[in-house]
């Protein structure tokens, strides 16, 4: 299980690296759904006063052009990242018209794969790359899959945290390369413990029939449109979520930075034989952007990432190759449909505490023996994840979720305590989510089903009722002038850059990669 924490703590007060903590910078990536007041996917193209979806910051869409997503700046002030977050929500309710944002991870009711339209980002060759790529995602995957949302979330420490935690550890490693290494020692165990937000923050017990597109599957059926588990936490992030039959045998290695490259980029250079046989180009129409098992970094379907940002021309591969890794981005969280922005402060406050303990707590490598028993807990968790009895699987044997639970909570309230001496507001945080250990009905997985059983309504109409809910909240609060300004300035000046860069490639033929 997990050593004490206590010995690192007393290390990190007294090596005076409490301080650095206050700033952490955070950003959010929150996807959001466009549907009709009938609860149904919108067919209408991205709302061209939204500005360009291929060059806009913080504006732009996923998979579908009906795929909205929303970006944070990076910022060391909680308030600030949700403040900004808002923002984006107000601005775009403002635009709409007669749209809602879908406030769930689990799409609205579809009508069959075609219905999702892909995203179109112009002619430029970079706009054309990211429409193929998604074409790719079609023949591979289908779309009802790309139409699942979630969010993002982006954490890093500052320099001066790093410089003096690898004076403290005693490292001889260049700062780059203590950080990246660091990095995926917080990779690691997130892989370990990751389990518990899935509990705690999972927010996908149902879905639309309509998802599930006449596939098989073993749910059970609440009311005529409803499917679901009773003790589920994130069907998102089950196997009826992100699934992929190519990726099911790729072992991508956190164990280094070099190893997660030297294994990406095999998956990025081999080809795969059914997607072969699709074909990368067939009549003169593009179908996907190669063969490969991968056909971008970003394709591999992964719970966290290490990311760096990257400069022009560069994968993400390379930007970390050259400079390592600047962040890591938590990708196993579902949209919270009680909540007006599906994310909150104390999530947030929670995921820094889970975050600093896992880079805190000792990160052995991942074998495939480990692997296999990690991939067997989150296949528990997300799909019985609430159910009393639950054991999950350890080293050294089975232990109920509850008991591991409390466990994992006991180091977390000592790292909550270091960080209340770096800002405030994370003990209180962890003490909101205790007793959901204890008590799987306070989840917002046991929640929404409550609530989809006490009103007897179905999940497209209770999901389509909270965002009428919230688009007349976002209504009842618009923005101010000047913020409204800015946000219009800003689409006017991303659609002007991406016409700037279709004229600069006008007659160039599209480069195949």
């Known amino acids: 299980m997990t050593p004490s924490l206590t010995p690192r703590l007393a290390q990190l007060a007294d090596a005076d690296l409490i301080r650095p903590l206050a700033h952490i910078r955070r950003g959010i990536e929150k996807e959001a759904l466009r549907v009709t007041p009938q609860g149904r996917l919108s067919q209408e193209p991205h709302l061209h006063t939204l500005g360009s979806a291929l060059t806009h910051p913080h504006i732009t869409t996923d998979y579908s052009e009906s795929l909205l997503e929303f970006i944070t700046p990076p910022s060391e002030q909680i308030g600030d990242t949700l403040g900004f977050m808002e923002q984006l929500h107000r601005y775009v309710v403002s635009q709409l018209e007669d749209e809602h944002l879908w406030p769930a991870s689990m799409p609205c009711a579809l009508q069959g794969n075609n219905s999702v339209p892909i995203a179109e980002y112009g002619s430029s060759r970079a706009g054309q790359m990211k429409h193929i790529y998604r074409r790719g995602l079609d023949v591979r995957y289908g779309r009802i899959m790309q139409s699942i949302a979630g969010i993002h979330f982006n954490f890093s420490l500052p320099d001066s945290f790093?410089?003096?935690?690898?004076?403290?550890?005693?490292?001889?490693?260049?700062?780059?390369?203590?950080?990246?290494?660091?990095?995926?020692?917080?990779?690691?165990?997130?892989?370990?413990?990751?389990?518990?937000?899935?509990?705690?923050?999972?927010?996908?017990?149902?879905?639309?029939?309509?998802?599930?597109?006449?596939?098989?599957?073993?749910?059970?059926?609440?009311?005529?449109?409803?499917?679901?588990?009773?003790?589920?936490?994130?069907?998102?992030?089950?196997?009826?979520?992100?699934?992929?039959?190519?990726?099911?045998?790729?072992?991508?290695?956190?164990?280094?930075?070099?190893?997660?490259?030297?294994?990406?980029?095999?998956?990025?250079?081999?080809?795969?034989?059914?997607?072969?046989?699709?074909?990368?180009?067939?009549?003169?129409?593009?179908?996907?952007?190669?063969?490969?098992?991968?056909?971008?970094?970003?394709?591999?379907?992964?719970?966290?990432?290490?990311?760096?940002?990257?400069?022009?021309?560069?994968?993400?591969?390379?930007?970390?190759?050259?400079?390592?890794?600047?962040?890591?981005?938590?990708?196993?969280?579902?949209?919270?449909?009680?909540?007006?922005?599906?994310?909150?402060?104390?999530?947030?406050?929670?995921?820094?505490?889970?975050?600093?303990?896992?880079?805190?707590?000792?990160?052995?490598?991942?074998?495939?023996?480990?692997?296999?028993?990690?991939?067997?807990?989150?296949?528990?968790?997300?799909?019985?994840?609430?159910r009393p009895d639950l054991l999950l699987e350890t080293a050294s044997g089975e232990l109920s979720r509850a008991a591991w639970g409390e466990q994992l909570f006991a180091e977390l309230d000592a790292i909550a305590q270091l960080l209340d001496k770096a800002g405030s507001g994370y003990s209180d945080a962890l003490q909101h989510f205790k007793p959901m250990l204890q008590q799987p009905e306070l989840t917002p997985s046991a929640q929404i089903l409550q609530q989809l059983t006490a009103t007897e309504q179905n999940y497209t109409d209770w999901v389509q009722n909270r965002a009428t809910e919230l688009t007349q909240h976002w209504q009842q609060t618009p923005l101010e002038q000047e913020q409204s300004r800015y946000f219009t300035q800003l689409a006017s000046s991303s659609l002007a850059a991406q016409y700037e860069l279709e004229e600069q490639e006008a007659g160039r033929p599209l480069i195949a990669v």
């Open 162 to 386: 790093w410089q003096g935690y690898r004076e403290l550890l005693g490292s001889q490693d260049s700062l780059t390369d203590f950080r990246s290494a660091q990095y995926f020692a917080l990779i690691r165990n997130f892989r370990r413990y990751g389990w518990l937000l899935l509990y705690l923050f999972g927010a996908s017990p149902a879905l639309s029939r309509s998802f599930m597109d006449g596939r098989p599957h073993q749910l059970a059926s609440l009311g005529t449109d409803t499917l679901y588990l009773p003790f589920a936490t994130s069907l998102r992030m089950s196997g009826l979520g992100y699934q992929s039959d190519a990726q099911a045998d790729l072992n991508i290695s956190t164990n280094s930075l070099a190893e997660y490259g030297r294994d990406l980029t095999c998956a990025l250079n081999t080809p795969h034989a059914p997607y072969t046989r699709i074909g990368v180009e067939v009549n003169g129409e593009s179908r996907q952007l190669n063969d490969h098992i991968l056909q971008i970094e970003n394709e591999y379907y992964s719970d966290i990432r290490p990311k760096r940002v990257t400069h022009a021309g560069e994968t993400p591969l390379q930007a970390m190759a050259n400079r390592g890794v600047e962040y890591i981005e938590v990708r196993n969280l579902d949209i919270n449909p009680l909540l007006a922005l599906g994310i909150d402060d104390s999530q947030i406050r929670f995921l820094d505490t889970f975050l600093l303990f896992c880079l805190l707590q000792g990160s052995p490598e991942i074998g495939e023996q480990e692997q296999r028993r990690l991939a067997r807990n989150h296949t528990r968790v997300t799909e019985q994840g609430r």
